[in-house]
């Protein structure tokens, strides 16, 4: 059984900044690809950013130049650094791992940019 546990959301001033992190843990053989997506209130669920194995990443168009998606393989961690917080940004955070050949998904943590 695989599991992702997220942490790293809260409340922050816009302008501030923030770090998710997102552990799996578990049978793991194989991961390649590991992402964020996020939901906010009233809206379909969107990606945010994506790294895979070989450390190629992928933006949404919104977020480039202000956040920065890591992974640690050892640890089997991704990492969304996210600078420059505008109330926009405020949604459930999910990180996604294809693991084993199959997708998995975090239960989410919330982020709020407000102030």
């Known amino acids: 059984q695989v599991q992702l546990v997220e942490s790293g959301g809260g409340l922050v001033q816009p302008g501030g900044s923030l770090r998710l992190s997102c552990a799996a843990s578990g049978s793991i053989f194989s991961i390649y690809a590991m992402g964020w997506y996020r939901q906010a209130p009233g809206k379909q669920r969107e990606l945010v950013a994506v790294?895979?194995?070989?450390?190629?990443?992928n933006y949404a168009d919104s977020v480039k130049a202000r956040f920065t998606i890591s992974r640690d393989n050892v640890k089997n961690t991704v990492y969304l650094q996210m600078n420059s917080l505008k109330p926009e940004d405020t949604a459930v955070y999910y990180c996604?791992?294809?693991?084993?050949?199959?997708?998995?998904w975090g239960k989410g943590t919330l982020v709020t940019v407000s102030s």
């Open positions: 790294i895979t194995l070989g450390g190629s990443t």
């Open positions: 996604n791992f294809g693991i084993n050949g199959m997708p998995y």
